[in-house]
């Protein structure tokens, strides 16, 4: 049974950088597609970046330019730099398996990890 531990979240100011690390057990890491998710206070889980099996990545609109995915297939990990950020990226970050089409409705009683908590100071 695939487990998920987020790490690296934290406070910081408008323009500044977090780096945020997804530890993946109990699933064949490298044969499948990863992405991050994000909820904020009163709103639905939503994709920010995902990155699939050859590496290629997928990010919404916006982040865009800010945001770097990756993935390091020998430790099971897979991270989200996050840089010039804005205080509307303020949420609650979750790492999972990568949904193109993600609807928070079809997937909320999916396993989820306890998430890391952003906060972006303006």
């Known amino acids: 049974q695939v487990q998920l531990v987020e790490s690296g979240g934290g406070l910081v100011q408008a323009g500044g950088s977090l780096k945020l690390s997804c530890i993946v057990t109990g699933s064949n890491f490298g044969a499948n597609a990863w992405a991050w998710y994000r909820q904020a206070p009163g709103k639905q889980r939503a994709l920010v970046a995902g990155i699939t099996e050859s590496g290629s990545t997928h990010y919404v609109d916006s982040v865009k330019g800010r945001f770097t995915v990756s993935r390091d297939n020998r430790k099971n990990t897979f991270h989200l730099q996050m840089s010039s950020l804005k205080p509307e990226d303020s949420a609650t970050y979750y790492c999972?398996?990568?949904?193109?089409?993600?609807?928070?409705?079809?997937?909320?009683?999916?396993?989820w990890g306890q998430g890391t908590q952003v906060s972006v100071s303006s």
């Open positions: 999972n398996f990568y949904s193109d089409e993600f609807d928070w409705a079809v997937h909320q009683n999916d396993y």
